[in-house]
């Protein structure tokens, strides 16, 4: 089947494969310029966490020369140090961050109720899910900088895969974390302030604690994700 028949017809597995197979060979940086070349770059959305590896990506892009806006989902419950941070590298890339924020009366009831302590699946939902449920429906594709290393969930994922009607683009799952770090150092990439400290992967303040990978997150209960990847 010819590359342009095989975008324009609605998301199956066949189509998620296909691209798959031919993604599977190329580096980070070959994916994300093949993927503005494969797709309208006015139906791409780009989102950043600006967690400790969100650097990474983030300079993967700017060495291919795109200008993409960076979405950031602020729900009020981020630390200091990751704002600051996002508001660090935004000046060094010279990013557009575009910010979504949670409906203000849910916010306010999550905070109110606690609802961190006793229902983080739903406090997830009201503060991260719904934000970006609202825009998500103009795009086609949406790139993210998941990497398998960080739990068995994101391990099984592959490059792209679909969810809930729009199809996920995972430019660096594959990378192992030894390269990930190297290439940080490398390129003397700045670090998120709270990684040094023992935070290897960072969230909301009251859900996040220090450990390795991921294990620092929703540490007392079987949570792993949020619910925007899963």
Known sequence: ??????????????????LNEKYAVLSPEQRIAELYQDFDKDKIL???SFGTTAVYL???MQKQGIRQPVHFIDTTYHFDKTIDYKNKLTEIFNLEVTELTPEKKG???SRIAELYKYD???????NKVQPLSGIKAN????????????????????????K?????????????EDEALSYIQFHNLPEHPLKPLGYESVGCKHCTIKGEKR????SQTVKTECGLHQ
Do not use: A
């Open 139 to 162: 795009y086609d594709i949406w790139i993210s900088g998941l990497m398998g290393w960080q739990n068995t969930f994101r391990k099984n994922l592959s490059i792209f895969e679909e």
């Open 107 to 109: 916010n306010e009831l």
């Open 58 to 60: 983030l300079h993967l």
């Open 215 to 218: 294990n620092g997150r929703w």
């Open 1 to 18: 089947m010819e590359k342009e028949e095989e975008l324009t017809v609605s998301w199956n597995r066949k189509n998620l494969d296909w």
């Open 120 to 126: 983080p699946d739903r406090c997830c939902q009201i």
């Open 164 to 176: 809930d009607g729009i199809v996920k683009f995972y430019p660096i799952i594959d990378v192992e």
């Open 46 to 48: 780009f989102t950043s």
